[in-house]
């Protein structure tokens, strides 16, 4: 399976849409969030005409749910670029693994069709580049799929800080708890009839067969994921940003130095990426903090299991299931309760009026990128300095190793 010269680098644009007109759409990666998406767009009005993925055993689970909630049964199919080839498929849903989104991104814009893209959005702070100006160059719509950015309480909540009602926000703070329970440590096996296992780790190293390496529990080990940054943290430290980037805007963002701190403190598994952490980013004049317990389920840190807070010299906002600023005294000062948006309707709203949507290519990147960041940091050990306006390590060929990575032939990075 050649994954170079897949697309025309001259696609067509994709078809012109009327305002009432359906939308058809096609899932690749269909375990888990990649099925809740799709039932999610099937609820705003599209339709899902293919499903896509690797293994028969979820194909034969999740496409009667497809065809239960649109009354039509989809098409089929185990090889993503047979969908890129449909030229009556407007968008993609892409949920495969982390590693894949690069390739399968660009492809997809070349092949001129929209995106839903899963977070986190790369695999290396290189691949977010390069999709986001695949995106810009071949004008398609992508949302990343960071929903808070869909959620009205969490735009209230971004403009409060933005107003500048809290003062001088001098720190901003994102955190999960949550209780991970041990993988184990399997030997290695047979990978399941009907998984085509080769395509399944695409660019990443040939191993053998491991079911901790395969389906959800990827998300443990370096060769597939982001680690819980990119899995958890990005949603929580995705509202940070977008309160620094009201504050400061977008494009001073991101931050110029970064510390973590953590290891694997509670089990003793197969797991790869840390159970307890603590991430630092330095902004000069402020500063971003994410904290990280996969030990305890407990909701210690400003009364919520999750969330994210601005810290200003007048207020502290805290905002998760709804929001409250605590003024100078302790007392609420303002107030909002949860209010919801639909993220995959407002990249279906966005696909017919060609508008950027809410959780853009760019901010998944920049807030994906924070997450590639800590986990340089953490990898190499200790702290790292950044240029937030080259997005480089300067003089400092250790970390700069970490931009990108290696690619297994033939699974190569399209160029752009």
């Not at 065809?67 to 849903?93: F, H």
């Amino acid at each position: 399976m050649k994954t170079a010269g897949l697309v025309s680098a001259h696609a067509a644009a994709g078809r012109v849409l009327g305002a009432n007109e359906k939308i058809v759409v096609a899932l690749i990666g269909c375990r888990n969030q990649g099925r809740g998406d799709a039932l999610g767009a099937i609820k705003q009005g599209a339709e899902i005409k293919t499903i896509c993925d690797i293994d028969d055993e979820i194909i034969a689970k999740v496409s009667p749910q497809i065809e239960k909630a649109q009354d039509k049964a989809p098409t089929v199919v185990k090889d993503y670029r047979r969908v890129l080839e449909d030229k009556d498929i407007d968008g993609v849903i892409i949920a495969t693994p982390d590693h894949w989104h690069a390739i399968q991104t660009i492809h997809a814009c070349q092949a001129g069709k929209d995106i839903y893209i899963e977070k986190p959005l790369s695999h290396t702070i290189q691949e977010g580049q390069m999709m986001r100006d695949a995106a810009r160059k071949y004008n398609r719509v992508v949302q990343v799929g960071t929903q808070r950015r869909s959620g009205e309480h969490f735009r209230t909540a971004v403009e409060y800080v933005g107003s500048g009602k809290l003062g001088k926000v001098c720190m901003v703070k994102a955190w999960i708890n949550q209780l991970r329970k041990s993988i184990g440590n399997p030997p290695d096996g047979t990978p399941p009839a009907g998984a085509d296992y080769d395509v399944w780790l695409g660019p990443a190293p040939k191993r053998p067969f491991n079911p901790n390496r395969f389906h959800y529990n990827w998300r443990f080990f370096y060769d597939y994921c982001n680690t819980e940054l990119g899995n958890q943290g990005v949603h929580m430290l995705d509202v940070g940003m977008w309160g620094i980037q009201k504050l400061r805007g977008v494009e001073n963002s991101l931050p110029k130095r970064i510390s973590s701190n953590g290891g694997i403190y509670w089990l003793d598994d197969a797991k790869e990426v840390p159970d307890t952490q603590v991430v630092t980013y330095d902004y000069g004049d402020m500063m971003l903090v994410w904290e990280m317990h996969s030990f305890q389920s407990m909701h210690p840190i400003e009364g919520d299991y999750a969330g994210t807070a601005f810290y200003g010299t007048e207020g502290t906002l805290v905002v998760e299931d709804g929001w409250k600023v605590y003024g100078p005294k302790n007392e609420v000062i303002a107030s909002a309760e949860e209010s919801g948006g639909s993220h995959p309707g407002n990249w279906l709203q966005c696909i017919k009026s060609r508008q950027r949507p809410n959780a853009d290519i760019e901010l998944g990147r920049l807030s994906t990128t924070i997450c590639h960041l800590g986990n340089i940091s953490h990898r190499l050990g200790r702290d790292v300095k950044f240029d937030p306006k080259t997005e480089t390590f300067p003089d400092d060929k250790e970390a700069s190793a970490w931009l990108t990575k290696q690619y297994r032939a033939p699974y190569t990075l399209p160029k752009v």
